[in-house]
């Protein structure tokens, strides 16, 4: 089966650190490009960074760019979020996506930042 | 960045009646490779985004035809044709022409 499976969420404080993963089963992970999208409490959808499939090139929004690094290993199919500086505001579920155009979801995991 | 206005923000629909949302884009989503990445999504209650459709009008595997998307440059549409009570939830359009950005969501419920 196709599937997506995120891991490591849960509470943190503001300026600490957590580090997201996503398992892929059932395609070539390799061959494809993966993201992290994100929905805080109530709210609609935010894009938070994509990775190309061979590793060679990744973006981030704004909001997220020098604090959280994506990255991955094709040999484990696993995706990586490492978030630091964390701040109340990206207190959201965090799914991981396949490709650019999120063609498949994961059932995503929860982070919130608080004190 | 691409804003995404869609409208309405909130739609309650008759069992077996259509239902439309649109999706304008603050500049065209026209890419220089010549395609429009203009995507669908629907959420149900309690579940993680699926997508329906991508670029402009195409269905995904496994999305009934009662779902339908349309539209060119900065202004597309997702059309139902005769809504059915698992169609309940919010749906967003999103843009992958130029980064990525997601509309606000549509929430769409049974009258």
């Known amino acids: 089966e196709v599937q997506l499976l995120e891991s490591g969420g849960g509470l943190v404080q503001p300026g600490g650190s957590l580090k997201l993963s996503c398992a892929a089963s059932g395609f070539t992970f390799r061959s494809y490009a993966m993201s992290w999208v994100r929905q805080a409490p109530g709210t609609g959808l935010e894009w938070v960074s994509s990775?190309?499939?061979?590793?060679?090139?990744?973006w981030y929004a704004d909001s997220v760019k020098g604090r959280f690094t994506i990255s991955r290993d094709n040999s484990k199919n696993t995706l990586y979020l490492l978030m630091n500086s964390l701040r109340v505001e990206d207190t959201a579920i965090y799914y991981c996506a396949r490709t650019g155009d999120f063609d498949l979801w994961g059932q995503g995991t929860l982070v919130t930042v608080s004190s | 960045d691409v804003v995404l206005t869609q409208s309405p923000l909130s739609l309650a629909v008759t069992l077996g009646q259509p239902a439309s949302i649109s999706c304008r884009a603050s500049q065209s989503l026209v890419h220089s490779d010549g395609s429009t990445y203009l995507n669908w999504f629907q959420q149900r209650p309690g579940q993680s985004p699926r997508r329906l459709i991508y670029k402009v009008s195409n269905r995904d595997s496994g999305v009934p035809d009662r779902f339908s998307g349309s539209g060119a440059g900065t202004d597309f549409t997702l059309k139902i044709s005769r809504v059915e009570a698992e169609d309940v939830g919010v749906y967003y359009c999103?843009?992958?022409?130029?980064?990525?950005?997601f509309g606000q969501g549509t929430k769409v419920e049974i009258k």
């Open positions: 990775m190309r499939g061979s590793n060679s090139s990744s």
């Open positions: 999103m843009q992958a022409t130029h980064w990525r950005t």
